[in-house]
């Protein structure tokens, strides 16, 4: 996500959202949207133990709150109606798109897309493989359908294409690509899966691009597809049984989340690609997505909220990009970028969100987590724990903020000490699920 001062944003938590298992009903009736709040969120139950932390919602809690969302849409809210609450005055337009954009696909680590070695499965069509350099591409070896090679990168940058123990082809050097050439418009069905994540790949062109290091060959492993339409088809953010409506928001979310990083990020030095795969980014599947169910029955509902906004992005009040944030769940009410990152921008403001949020089935809507005394202080380095405070200010939606952007944090008194931290480093200690939490002694 955008970086605001020196903090780069993981995004999205959408990730972390269960599949649904059936279709969604019909949205019930309404004239108009209603208010997204309005409603008190009830906070889960103590627990037995010395500590319960009691929260709501999954996610950083900027923009766009995708069981809001559902919430919404099952109330009758249009796509536009959703993102327009929840990005304060945005429009929603057409803009021009690149014409392509490149996607790390990550394995070991959600923010590295590099391998010395990786293995690929022909599932539909054979694979046509080019080596390309100086803006040439020629054709070296086919991969029959079914069958399963793998590339190797040499010590000095050279790819290898192997069968098993057979070598079908090798040659290159560190600066030529290799390339998988899988469906273009026009083009025979060709399908790729790859073992190593699990995931299947329909479009555009699979690209190995190598580089030594200490005196061993590696390669970036991107997908190169010709248009951020095709790329948001295999975005994995939102379970495709959900209402229509919510669907659509995703979809136009992603679209402007994807565009900023294409058009205003450029290509980053580190996986030379636009986007991660992962949360990090957008979480992408690629065909996974686009054949979900029976005979593609998810894949489609999917695909036509992405054709149904064709083009469609957030535009903010200059005419700008208004980039797409958005996470799980916020509980009730979202937080501002101000107070998240550290950054203000016009549209991601504050918003309660507690009405959608009732509406919406969300399993995460409210959680606690039990602690006894002395774990939690040993988490801590104060030795047992015998208070936790956490003082004003907070944030406008509740959440807890950071002590060195001027809010209160969390203090934890133990028999050894006393530490203050910010909201996000006890959230990220203790494994919660939001930063919109409280803290309640047993015997309170």
């Known amino acids: 996500m955008r970086r605001f001062a020196v903090l780069v944003v993981l995004a999205a938590a959408a990730a972390l959202l269960p599949a649904a298992p059936a279709l969604a009903a019909a949205p019930t009736a309404a004239a108009d949207c209603p208010s997204s709040g309005g409603v008190r969120v009830p906070p889960a139950p103590t627990t037995t133990s010395d500590f319960t932390i009691r929260g709501k919602g999954w996610g950083h809690g900027v923009g766009m709150s995708q069981y809001g969302a559902l919430g919404a849409a099952r109330l009758g809210c249009s796509a536009k109606q959703i993102l327009r609450t929840y990005f304060r005055g945005v429009t929603i337009a057409p803009r021009a798109?690149?014409?392509?954009?490149?996607?790390?696909?990550?394995?070991?680590?959600?923010?590295?897309?590099?391998?010395?070695?990786?293995?690929?499965?022909?599932?539909?069509?054979?694979?046509?493989?080019?080596?390309?350099?100086?803006?040439?591409?020629?054709?070296?070896?086919?991969?029959?359908?079914?069958?399963?090679?793998?590339?190797?990168?040499?010590?000095?940058?050279?790819?290898?294409?192997?069968?098993?123990?057979?070598?079908?082809?090798?040659?290159?050097?560190?600066?030529?690509?290799?390339?998988?050439?899988?469906?273009?418009?026009?083009?025979?069905s060709r399908i790729?899966?790859?073992?190593?994540?699990?995931?299947?790949?329909?479009?555009?062109?699979?690209?190995?691009?190598?580089?030594?290091?200490?005196?061993?060959?590696?390669?970036?492993?991107?997908?190169?597809?010709?248009?951020?339409?095709?790329?948001l088809r295999g975005l994995s953010e939102m379970p495709s049984s959900w209402e229509p409506a919510a669907l659509r928001a995703q979809a136009i979310v992603g679209r402007a989340y994807a565009m900023d990083r294409r058009v205003n990020l450029g290509l980053r030095e580190n996986c030379r690609c636009h986007l991660w795969d992962s949360p990090t980014?957008?979480?992408?599947?690629?065909?996974?997505?686009?054949?979900?169910?029976?005979?593609a029955t998810y894949g489609r509902r999917w695909v036509a909220a992405v054709d149904d906004t064709a083009g469609r992005i957030m535009r903010d009040p200059a005419?700008?990009?208004?980039?797409?944030?958005?996470?799980?769940?916020?509980?009730?009410?979202?937080?501002?970028?101000?107070?998240?990152?550290?950054?203000?921008?016009?549209?991601?403001?504050?918003?309660?969100?507690?009405?959608?949020?009732?509406?919406?089935?969300?399993?995460?809507?409210?959680?606690?987590?039990?602690?006894?005394?002395?774990?939690?202080?040993?988490?801590?380095?104060?030795?047992?724990?015998?208070?936790?405070?956490?003082?004003?200010?907070?944030?406008?939606?509740?959440?807890?903020?950071?002590?060195?952007?001027?809010?209160?944090?969390v203090v934890i008194q133990g028999v050894r000490g006393r530490v203050v931290v910010s909201g996000s480093s006890f959230k990220s200690v203790l494994g919660l699920r939001s930063t919109l939490f409280n803290v309640v002694p047993r015997d309170a």
């Not at 082809?169 to 026009?186: F, I």
């Not at 699979?206 to 010709?226: K, P, Q």
């Not at 690629?286 to 054949?291: I, L, N, P, T, V």
């Open 319 to 409: 005419g700008d990009i208004a980039v797409g944030y958005y996470s799980s769940s916020h509980g009730g009410a979202s937080e501002s970028s101000a107070f998240t990152w550290g950054g203000e921008v016009s549209y991601l403001r504050s918003v309660d969100d507690s009405n959608w949020e009732m509406h919406s089935g969300n399993p995460n809507r409210s959680w606690n987590l039990g602690i006894s005394d002395l774990a939690l202080g040993r988490k801590f380095g104060v030795g047992r724990a015998t208070s936790v405070t956490l003082p004003s200010p907070r944030g406008r939606g509740g959440r807890v903020g950071r002590v060195e952007a001027g809010y209160g944090g």
């Open 97 to 188: 798109q690149p014409r392509y954009v490149r996607i790390g696909l990550t394995f070991d680590s959600p923010v590295s897309n590099v391998a010395s070695a990786r293995s690929i499965d022909a599932t539909a069509g054979a694979i046509p493989w080019q080596l390309c350099a100086s803006g040439r591409c020629q054709r070296v070896a086919t991969q029959p359908q079914g069958s399963r090679w793998q590339v190797r990168i040499g010590p000095k940058g050279g790819y290898g294409l192997w069968e098993g123990d057979q070598r079908r082809w090798h040659g290159g050097d560190n600066v030529a690509l290799l390339r998988a050439v899988l469906t273009t418009s026009g083009s025979a």
């Open 281 to 295: 980014d957008q979480h992408y599947t690629g065909w996974d997505k686009e054949s979900e169910g029976l005979d």
């Open 192 to 231: 790729i899966s790859i073992p190593a994540n699990g995931h299947s790949y329909k479009w555009g062109v699979l690209e190995f691009d190598s580089y030594v290091t200490d005196g061993t060959g590696r390669a970036y492993l991107n997908l190169a597809i010709r248009s951020i339409e095709r790329y």
